[in-house]
């Protein structure tokens, strides 16, 4: 079976967890997040938790750890994912992923650096699977988001979700 065939078998609408890893973002300030969200629904998914948390990478490995009792089939996180030594999200989630999806990190760094250049390959934008779960890490900057979520998350899902429940 092709990738379009499995395709055609994915669930079209995901029960998604948004996380938003941040020292200063309230739910007011927080429009990376609030993006993420907007966007999963316009596109059929449903957002059944969203948390805003501090960028502590014990915080987060507990996070998603907690998110095992929740019926969440994808966690999207952001912000966390750059190289200060504040930032522990990459950290965090390789303690957590069981299979990391290598592409995602790659071609969000490709599709970045046609955007804003040399900077691009700072970002630790990482995806994989934990207990038949997706769990994607993006930068926390609005363009950021919106350029993963329209490029590559919300064209792939279901598809991803259909894989690693298989």
Known sequence: ???????????ERIRCFVITVSDSRTEETDTSG???QEMLKE???????????????????KLLEGAEQK????????????????DSTF????????????????????????EIGSPAMMSRAIAGTSKGRIIISIPGSKSAVRLAMSKLILPELGHMVFEANR
Do not use: C, W
């Open 34 to 36: 609030r993006l993420i």
């Open 91 to 114: 950290e965090a989630l390789s303690l957590v992923l069981e299979k990391k999806i290598d592409g995602f990190g790659e071609i969000f760094r490709y599709l970045s650096y046609q």
């Open 43 to 61: 596109n059929n998914h449903e957002v059944v938790d969203y948390k805003i948390i501090k960028d502590d990478q014990k915080e987060i490995k």
């Open 1 to 11: 079976m092709g990738h379009k065939e499995h395709k055609d078998k994915a669930p």
């Open 71 to 86: 019926s969440v089939q994808a966690i999207i996180i952001n912000g966390g994912t750059g190289i200060s030594r504040r």
